[in-house]
T-cell receptor, first 113, second 113 residues
Framework: KQEVTQIPAALSVPEGENLVLNCSFT??????LQWFRQDPGKGLTSLLL?????REQTSGRLNASLDKSSGRSTLYIAASQPGDSATYLC????????????FGGGTRLMVKP | GAGVSQSPSNKVTEKGKDVELRCDPI?????LYWYRQSLGQGLEFLIY????????KSGLPSDRFSAERTGGSVSTLTIQRTQQEDSAVYLC???????????FGNGTRLTVT
């Protein structure tokens, strides 16, 4: 059974700091990996999707990398801002799981002004 | 609308009653997912629809839960004889294809008293 783990569970940083969120998964036979952001009381917003054949994706101040062989992905946030405060979740689609997304538990990020 | 719409946004029901939760996906999206998020917990997969294929119901927690997707568009999640442990936020998501970014609705917060 695929397990997706996100460390740390919570993170507090001062504004302006560059930071890295980690996601690990136990089964490397994935189709893609997605990073999401969830604000309190809201649904999830897709940030980046990395196909299994790709190594990284960038969008603005966000950069996500994927290393399938080691079962890891990182989300890099440059020059963090208070508006980045949210819970960040990663999810993978397994090749042998009927296209179901398996989510990590999330990292709750607080960026202090 | 531009996004995934879920209704109602909040539902309070008495134990033992049946409830129906509705999801309007983005027009043209072939894939539709239902997830459940309990307080302080991660996302739990419930059911997945892809085009005209038989749905993946492997995540439904009991036979009190059922879902349908009519005409490849609107989906309804039905919970019969609700129990207090059914209290959670029920999230719907859709994607253009199974390998595309997911778009989530804001969820229905279900409280069973």
């Amino acid at each position: 059974k695929q397990e997706v783990t996100q460390i740390p569970a919570a993170l507090s940083v001062p504004e302006g700091e560059n930071l890295v969120l980690n996601c690990s998964f136990t089964d490397s036979a994935i189709y893609n990996l997605q990073w999401f952001r969830q604000d309190p009381g809201k649904g999830l917003t897709s940030l980046l999707l990395i196909q299994s054949s790709q190594r990284e994706q960038t969008s603005g101040r966000l950069n996500a990398s994927l290393d399938k062989s080691s079962g890891r992905s990182t989300l890099y946030i440059a020059a963090s801002q208070p508006g980045d405060s949210a819970t960040y979740l990663c999810a993978v689609i397994l090749r042998n799981a009927g296209n179901m997304l398996t989510f990590g538990g999330g990292t709750r990020l607080m960026v202090k002004p | 609308g531009a996004g995934v719409s879920q209704s109602p946004s909040n539902k309070v029901t008495e134990k033992g009653k049946d409830v129906e939760l509705r999801c309007d996906p983005i027009s043209g999206h072939t894939a539709l997912y239902w997830y459940r998020q309990s307080l302080g917990q991660g996302l739990e997969f419930l059911i997945y629809f892809q085009g005209n294929s038989a749905p993946d119901k492997s995540g439904l927690p009991s036979d009190r839960f059922s879902a349908e997707r009519t005409g490849g568009s609107v989906s309804t999640l039905t919970i019969q004889r609700t129990q207090q442990e059914d209290s959670a936020v029920y999230l719907c998501a859709s994607s253009l294809t199974w390998n595309s970014p997911l778009h989530f609705g804001n969820g229905t917060r279900l409280t069973v008293t």
